[in-house]
């Protein structure tokens, strides 16, 4: 792909004009910088052209180059944590849906519940969230 094949920098109100954030994951914005740097040689030019801020052309940059020229390194990397160490374990969560369909209690009779008969403590807004992500909460009930 040759720089003259890529549209560089068309106006912000046409429908050709596009960003990093006008289309996040997008690959052919974040090479297009890159082939245009390795054409131009200057960063400023880079940035002015294609309306980025040079930390923004650092940052791929830096990406594209420890991947040894790997085009795939200038996709999005997913921002979800590896691990949640402060999650509720999931034996709790198993605990606090039985409880639930046997008793049919809302948050707070729950928490007691948890509390007295299997020693666990959550909080009310925990438990209400837990049992929304399950569905097992009337929603009128909060």
């Not at 040759?2 to 109100?13: F, G, H, I, S, Y």
């Not at 046409?14 to 289309?23: D, G, L, M, R």
């Not at 400023?44 to 294609?50: G, H, I, M, P, S």
Request: charged share 25%.
């Amino acid at each position: 792909m040759k720089v003259e094949d890529v549209n560089l920098r068309p106006a912000p109100d046409s429908p050709e004009y596009v960003t990093a954030q006008s289309q996040p994951g997008t690959l052919l914005p974040r090479l297009a910088w890159i082939m245009v740097y390795a054409e131009t040689g200057s960063v400023q030019k880079v940035c002015d052209r294609f309306g980025i801020t040079k930390k923004t052309f650092y940052k791929w940059f830096k990406r594209y180059q420890e991947a040894n020229g790997n085009a795939q390194s200038l996709v999005d990397h997913s921002r979800r944590p590896h691990h949640s160490p402060k999650a509720t374990p999931e034996m709790s969560i198993r605990l606090l849906l039985e409880a639930k369909k046997e008793t049919g209690y809302g948050q707070r009779r729950l928490k007691a519940y948890l509390e007295q008969k299997h020693r666990i403590t959550l909080s009310e807004r925990t438990i209400w969230k837990l049992l929304k992500t399950h569905s097992l909460t009337d929603l009128s009930e909060h």
